[in-house]
């Protein structure tokens, strides 16, 4: 499967903003799809993931602020986003794995990336 990511942009704290990732060559019901950010001088964190059963999990930095969803008709995962914080800043990757569910937060298990999209906390 191929993700394309996008979305991303710039807003201000407290603002609101929505992630797309649709998926190309597979049915994103197939797989866990894992949300993880890179932030300037930092290393890719997890963000979010999104089970192909419909569980989820999310970082303790983004519990309460961000839910992830999925429109199987749309074949597109997304990522709404709340509250944002000026630590949100930093480019959101999608990507799909599909290691059991404890292993979700690990990016090494993902087997395919989108490109990536910059969102951008600021005043």
């Known amino acids: 499967v191929q993700l394309q990511a996008s979305g991303g942009g710039l807003v201000q704290p407290g603002g609101s903003l929505t992630l797309s990732c649709g998926a190309f060559?597979?049915?994103?019901?197939?797989?866990?799809i894992g949300w993880f950010r890179q932030a300037p001088g930092k290393g890719r964190e997890f963000v979010a993931a999104f089970g192909w059963s419909g569980n989820t999990k999310y970082a303790d930095p983004v519990k309460a602020r961000f839910t992830a969803s999925r429109d199987s008709a749309k074949n597109t995962m997304y990522l709404q986003m709340n509250s944002l914080k000026p630590e949100d800043t930093a480019v959101y990757y999608c990507a799909a794995t599909t290691v059991p569910w404890g292993r979700v937060t690990q990016e090494n298990d993902y087997i395919s990336w989108g490109q990536g999209t910059q969102v951008t906390v600021s005043s």
């Open positions: 060559g597979g049915s994103v019901r197939r797989y866990t």
